[in-house]
C-alpha cells in the first residue's frame, strides 16, 4: 500500500488477518494466560481455549455468512446486526459493543502499562504511565488508519519473534513430570472455571478487529471470511500448545504468582518484554481502530440522534471526532479500575453482540427469504442457533447477575430506539420473520375446521378517497381494533392505462394517513369500470385463503337516484354471502378517541340479523373509547300481554351470550315512533336491514327514512351468517 492510499485499500491479510492475531495474541496471553492454566490446570485450561474458539468460530461462521450477503460498510458487527435485526437491535448492541471495544482499549493499556513499569523506577504511577500511552494510541490512530495499519506489520513480526523464544525456551525447560503435577486442577480463593474462563474469553473477542474495519477493505465479502478464519484456527494452535508448554516448564506456583511467568520460560526474556509491549500496543491500537468506525457508523444512521455529530469524517475520511469520544472513555477505564476487573465487563458486551450476530444469522437463515444468498457456504441455522445458545449460556455460567445487567441495559434500549421510531432506510429481517410466521398460520388456518366460536369482524370499509367518509373509519375501528380486522377501501372508476399511477398514489395517501391517525388498518384500493364492479371485485378478491371480509360497511344514500344503484349493490353483495352494515350518520365524527354519550341500543326483530347486531354492539362497547357505556337490547310489541313472556326471552338471550346489557319491550302500534322516541338519547342505534327487491329502491329509502327519522347514528345490518350469539 502507498502511503497516499485512504478507505477501502486494505487487504485480507493487511486488514483483517493481522488486526485479528494481534488483538487476539495480545494482553491476556502474555500476563494473564499462565495464571489461567495454573489456577484451571492444563487439562481445563485447553478445554477453555477450545471452548472459547468454539464460540468465536461458529460466531465467525455466521460473520462470514452476513458478511458475504450484503455489501458491507463501516461499523463492522453493528452494521452487519443492524441490516439484519434492525435499527432497535442493531443501535442497543452497537452503542454496548462500542463501548466494550472502547474499555478494551483501556484494558490493553493496562496491560502494557504493568509490563513497562517492571523497568521504570519504583514509585512510578501506573495510573500515568497508561495515560500516557493511551495518548501516544490515540495520536497513532488520529494520525490516520493506513500508518497504523503498516505499524501492525512491525508488530506482528515482533510478536512472531517473541514467541519463538517462549517456545524455544519452553522446549528446553519441559519436564513431564511437571506437566503431570499440573494437568490438574488448582483453584486457589475465589477462582472457579468460570471466573477463569471469564479471564482468558476476551483473548478471544479479537475476531471482530477485521470486521470493525469493513468500511477500509478492498473487498469486505471476501476479506472477512478468509482472514477471521484464518486467525481464529492459528491463534487456538498458538494458546493450545502455549498451555502444555507452560503447564510443563513451569510450576504451578510460578504460574499463579508471577505475571511474566512467560518471560521466565523464554529463551530470551528481553523478547517477551519486546513481544508483550508490541501485543498490548497492537491490540490498543487495533481495538481504537474499529471502536470509532463502530461510533461514526451509528452516528451516521441517526439511530441516536444525540450521536449525529459524531458521525463527521475528517478530509483524509479519518472519524476524528469519535477517536476522541473513544479515548475519553478509555481514560475513564483506566482511571476507574484494573485489568481483572475490566475483562469480565468486556466478556459480557463481546458474548451480548456475538450471541445478536447468531441470532441474526439464524434468522435469516429460517425465514428462506429469497434476498438471502451468502456466498459463504459454510453457515447454516444449526450452527447459528448453537453459537447463540453457546453465548448466552456462558453469560449465565461466568456471573449470571452480569449477564441480567447486560441483557437488561440491551432491553432498555431497544424498548427507547422502538419508542423513538427510528426511520431507517435499510431492510430487515423483522418483516421477512413476520411474512414467514403469518404464512405459516394462513396455510394452518386454511386446513382447520371453522367453527362460530371463531368469527371475527373482518370488516370492509369503503370509506371513499382520502377518507371523505370518517365517519366510516371511527365506526370501522370501533368494532374491529381490539379482535378484528379493517381493511378501508376505495374505487377509482376508470381503466387500467390511465389510473394505474393514480392507483399507487391513493395507496400511499391511505397507508400515511393510517399511519397518521394511528389506526389498525389496510388499504384496499382496486381501479374498476365503474363503482359497483369495484365494490363487487374488492368484496371476492380481498384477504387471502380464508382471512376474507365478512362485514362490507358502506354509507347510506340520501338520494333516490344513488338508492338504485345501492340496491343492487345490496342484492349482489347478499348473494355473496356476506355480512352488510349501512352506516347512516347525520353528524360528524369526532375521531376513534371521542365516543357520544348515551347507550348502545339493539332493536331485536329476529335472530336473522339480531345475533350480529348484537355482537356488533358488545365489540363497539370492548373498545376502550366505549367502555362503561350500556348496551340496551330492546323490543316493539303491540300488546302489555306480551311484555313479561318477551321480556324474559331477551333477559334469555344475553344471558346465554355471556353480554352484560339491560332488557327493555316497548308497547307501540307503530314501531319507527317507538324506536325514536326511545332511543333519541342514544349513542348508536342498531336497526336491522331488509334488501330491498328489485324496482322497490325508492320505496325502501322512503321506508328507511320514515324508521330512522332523525336519530343522528344508525347501523343498519343485514348478517350474512357464519356466527352464533351463544357461542
Known sequence: ???????????????????????????????????????????????????????????????????????????????????????????????????????????????????????????????LVASLTNLMVTVCVWVGASWAIKIQFVILASVVISLLSFFGGAAGNFDMQNLASNWGTGFEGTESFWTVFALFFPAVTGIMAGANMSGDLRDPARSIPIGTLSAVVVTMLIYASMAVCLGGSASREDLIGSNMVVSNVAMFPLLITLGVFAATLSSALGSMMGAPRILQSLARDRVFLQLVPLGVSSDDGEPRRAILVTALIAQTGIMAADLDSIAPLITMAFLLTYGLLNLATFYESITNNPSYRPQFRYSNWVTALAGAIGCGLVMLLIDWRWAIVASGLVAALHSYLTRADVNADWGDLGSGLLFERTRRNLLKLEDSLYHPKNWRPFILAFSGSGFSRPHLVVFGSWLSRETGVLALAQVIPGGLDDQSERLASQESILHAMIKERRLAAFPAVVVASDYTAGVQALVQCQGLGRLRPNVVLMGCPLSA???????????????????????????????????PSGTVDVWWRGRANGELMVLLAHLMLSH????????????????????????????????????????????????????QTTSRDAAFVYLGLAIPAEGEDTE???????????????ALVRSGGGMKLES
Open 561 to 595: 337516484d344513488r338508492m338504485h344503484v345501492f340496491g343492487g349493490l345490496l342484492r349482489n353483495l347478499e348473494g355473496l354471502d356476506r355480512s352488510v352494515v349501512v352506516l347512516r350518520q347525520i353528524d360528524e365524527s369526532e375521531g376513534e378517541d371521542v365516543a
Open 1 to 127: 500500500m502507498k502511503g497516499g492510499e485512504k478507505g477501502n485499500s486494505f487487504s485480507t491479510f493487511g486488514g483483517v488477518f493481522t488486526p485479528c492475531v494481534l488483538t487476539i495474541l495480545g494482553v491476556i496471553m502474555f500476563l494473564r494466560f499462565g495464571f489461567v492454566v495454573g489456577q484451571a490446570g492444563v487439562f481445563a485450561a485447553l478445554v477453555i481455549v477450545l471452548a472459547s474458539n468454539a464460540i468465536t468460530t461458529l460466531t465467525s461462521l455466521s460473520l462470514s455468512a452476513i458478511a458475504t450477503n450484503t455489501r458491507v460498510e463501516g461499523g463492522g458487527a453493528y452494521f452487519l446486526i443492524s441490516r439484519s435485526l434492525g435499527p432497535e437491535f442493531g443501535g442497543a448492541i452497537g452503542l454496548v459493543f462500542f463501548a466494550a471495544q472502547a474499555l478494551s482499549v483501556a484494558m490493553y493499556v493496562i496491560g502494557f502499562s504493568e509490563a513497562l513499569l517492571v523497568l521504570l523506577p519504583e514509585g512510578t504511577s501506573p495510573i
Open 624 to 675: 376502550p373509547t366505549w367502555q362503561g357505556r350500556q348496551l340496551r337490547l330492546l323490543r316493539v310489541v303491540q300488546s302489555d300481554s306480551a311484555i313479561d313472556e318477551v321480556n324474559s326471552h331477551l333477559e334469555g338471550l344475553l344471558r346465554e351470550a355471556r353480554i352484560v346489557g339491560q332488557t327493555k319491550v316497548v308497547v307501540s302500534d307503530n314501531a319507527a315512533h317507538a324506536i
Open 700 to 714: 325502501f329509502l322512503m321506508h328507511l327514512e320514515e324508521l330512522v327519522g332523525d336519530l343522528p347514528r344508525v
